[in-house]
């Protein structure tokens, strides 16, 4: 930083685009070091000469985004996008923008237009997925995970299909939700102490309580832990146990 000081100071730069790429630099180095306003300033003086320089306008935004400046990195991400409207990585940062703003539905949008972006990204329809199921837009979270599984990124992990058969049994789809429970149980078999394990377990409870059959969920809830018991499903055992005149 204090060399491309000197060098700006000096205006000993051979050409305007060298003190241009020294003030750029300098830039970069003030963000990678937290240093956020001269991180912005090297940033605004560089896109004064230069307002279309889309790595400018990203790494401004960047700045902007962690000095709690939203507004204004979604100003400098939308100038970009303009420009290259196929950054996944552009859309993914102003969706982050939006969420420090507390605009979920925009944010929520920016990230599903990433995910629809080639190529497909594992990580990135699976947060899609998960917001989705978090706004109760259950059909669209688990069509998200049905088309990541057709897609080269596939088959999906064990997190992804117990997102999955979640999104199903919230939806209705008793069957589709079972058959996700059953792949994960199936792949956990050896891991009797497995997290994932136990929420297939439960996951397939959840199935036989919102089908009525209080028998086998009562067989196959009691092999839950009670900490792993949520408060909807704890509610529904609650039900079956009353149907069986059990205490």
Not at 45 to 50: A, I, K
Not at 165 to 192: H, I, K, P, T, W
Not at 193 to 215: C, F, G, P, Y
Request: glycine residues 2%; hydrophobic residues 45%.
């Amino acid at each position: 930083i204090e060399d491309y000081t000197r060098l700006i100071s000096a205006n000993t730069a051979h050409t305007a685009f060298a003190l241009d790429q020294s003030l750029l630099e300098r830039g970069r180095l003030h963000l990678e070091c937290g240093d956020w306003p001269p991180a912005i300033a090297d940033f605004s003086s560089y896109l004064e000469e230069h307002p279309d320089h889309v790595s400018a306008l990203t790494l401004r935004a960047r700045a902007f985004l962690a000095h709690d400046e939203a507004d204004k990195a979604i100003t400098d991400l939308t100038l970009a996008l303009l420009q290259t409207p196929h950054a996944v990585d552009l859309y993914i940062l102003r969706a982050a923008a939006f969420d420090q703003m507390n605009e979920p539905t925009a944010a929520l949008a920016d990230l599903q237009k990433a995910a629809r972006l080639p190529p497909a990204d594992s990580a990135l329809m699976q947060k899609v997925s998960e917001r989705l199921f978090q706004d109760h837009q259950y059909a669209r979270a688990a069509k998200t995970l049905d088309t990541l599984a057709e897609s080269a990124a596939g088959p999906l992990s064990t997190a992804q299909r117990l997102l999955r058969g979640q999104a199903r049994l919230a939806n209705g789809n008793f069957d589709g939700a079972y058959e996700d429970a059953c792949a994960v149980s199936d792949a956990e078999s050896n891991s009797s102490d497995s997290a994932s394990a136990t929420e297939a377990v439960l996951l397939q409870s959840l199935i036989a309580l919102r089908r009525n059959d209080d028998a086998e969920a009562l067989r196959l809830i009691r092999n839950v832990p009670e900490t792993s018991l949520t408060p909807d499903s704890l509610f529904l055992y609650g039900q079956a146990l009353a149907r069986q005149n059990q205490p």
